[in-house]
Nanobody, 124 residues
Framework: QVQLVESGGGLVQAGDSLRLSCAAS????????MGWFRQAPGKEREFVAA????????YYRDSVKGRFTISRDNAKNTVYLQMNSLKPEDTAVYYC?????????????????WGQGTQVTVSS
């Protein structure tokens, strides 16, 4: 079992920055690929970013490339999502997730453990 707890969400204005954190406890954090997903009201959950076990490989959805950065600190059992130049369309509940499979993936169904989410609201 892996327990994931997100933090760092809040209400910001367009153009501002936020850094989300996801603290993991339980089994060995470094054995999991990690991802961030988001879900806006009335919409399906969507992939945002993912990072491999070592941090050497990252994936992003096109709309956040150049603005968001995913990183991890395996010594602290934490994954981060640095979000810059935020836009109103980034408003959503953001979830971190852990994947124990072999290959890093962007598919939510491949992730084994999920946090409870943190709200990010970007006003125009």
């Amino acid at each position: 079992q892996v327990q994931l707890v997100e933090s760092g969400g809040g209400l910001v204005q367009a153009g501002d920055s936020l850094r989300l954190s996801c603290a993991a406890s339980g089994r060995t954090f470094s054995s999991y690929h990690m991802g961030w997903f988001r879900q806006a009201p009335g919409k399906e959950r969507e992939f945002v970013a993912a990072i491999s076990r070592s941090g050497s490989i990252t994936y992003y959805r096109d709309s956040v490339k150049g603005r968001f950065t995913i990183s991890r600190d395996n010594a602290k059992n934490t994954v981060y999502l640095q979000m810059n130049s935020l836009k109103p369309e980034d408003t959503a509940v953001y979830y971190c997730a852990a994947q124990g499979g072999l290959l890093l993936t962007m598919r939510a169904g491949e992730y084994d453990y999920w946090g409870q989410g943190t709200q990010v609201t970007v006003s125009s």
